[in-house]
């Protein structure tokens, strides 16, 4: 393992370090969603087939990017864990989870609402939407079976050999519109000849999207600073920490 | 563009549709960013008072 990654790992300084980075996810992530969001509400047109109720796709296509996102994060944080044993790694997998399984929740709930009016059903079983929904089931079962073990470092190997395991189902999802044939639109942005969305509703869910990104960033940070905390809750340094408020 | 407010509300008739969408994205980032908080409140408390129990 490089050096400086054996120096980030180490807990007070990371802890330093992620405190001074943290506002600057926090702030462009809200001031980003906010201007996207704005932009895809109020600037940009309704859809010619849709009318307004295409507007969900500004806050359901960021969730449902961050979903897999989140998950690649997840079973990476989850290798370094099983390989290195970095005990940082160990809790940003149980910090990760529960904000990935928060957008994964997001995207299956939007896309549901926006289903409704668009398809006359919130829900069918095609391959993108239980592929989706199969991913909230695995984040539950990570921190569930996180949960369930007593001994935090038998917790972390055990939630992160399920997070490995399940990484299986990213391409999954990502491919499920091209594999099956499925209620759920292809893709609409990541396009070999280019997005098939006019640029008039396309820049908006691009900004939103980097500002949910950095959110989500943002959150995972926080929720990994806290757990740290209090995994360390006998050190030294908490106390100096907490000391100065 | 919306032409009035009403209008923007409305939402092509669509507004329960977008709005419940918008508002259940408002609550969950919302409760994500309180969880920390309130565990962080409580682990300060918790270990000044030399409370280190799981």
């Known amino acids: 393992m490089p050096r400086w990654m054996h120096k980030l790992a180490s807990p007070p300084y990371f802890y330093r370090t992620s405190g001074k980075l943290a506002p600057w996810l926090a702030w462009p992530g809200v001031v980003l969603m906010l201007c996207g969001l704005y932009a895809g509400l109020v600037l940009a047109p309704p859809d010619y087939q849709q009318g307004d109720a295409f507007r969900i796709i500004y806050i359901h296509v960021p969730s449902a990017w961050l979903s897999l996102m989140g998950y690649s994060a997840l079973a990476t944080t989850g290798f370094i864990a099983l390989v290195w044993r970095l005990k940082l790694a160990e809790i940003a997998v149980i910090a990760i989870a529960p904000v990935g399984a928060s957008f994964t929740f997001l995207a299956l709930v939007t896309g549901s609402i926006w289903g409704k009016p668009m398809w006359g059903a919130w829900w069918v079983w095609d391959a993108r939407l239980t592929s989706e929904l199969i991913l909230l089931f695995l984040y539950l079962s990570v921190i569930a079976l996180h949960n369930a073990i007593e001994s935090p470092r038998t917790a972390a190997r055990a939630s992160s050999l399920l997070a490995l395991v399940g990484v299986i189902n990213v391409p999954i999802i990502h491919y499920s519109v091209v594999w099956w044939k499925t209620l759920h639109q292809g893709s609409t942005v990541f396009r070999m000849d280019g997005p098939s969305i006019e640029t008039a509703m396309l820049v908006p869910l691009l900004i939103a999207a980097l500002g949910f990104t950095l959110l989500f960033g943002w959150l995972v940070l926080w929720r990994l600073r806290v757990l740290l905390l209090w995994r360390e809750r006998r050190s030294r340094w908490v106390q100096r920490v907490l000391a100065h408020g | ?54």
Not at chain 2, 10 to 31: E, F, H, N, P, Q
Not at chain 2, 44 to 53: A, E, K, L, P, V
């Open chain 2, 1 to 54: 563009m919306v032409d009035s407010l009403a209008q923007f509300v409305d939402m092509g008739g669509y507004a329960a549709y977008v709005w419940s969408s918008y508002s259940i994205t408002l609550i969950v980032i919302a409760g994500n960013i309180v969880w920390p908080m309130v565990r962080y409140r409580q682990i300060r408390r918790r270990i000044q008072n030399g409370d280190y129990d799981d």
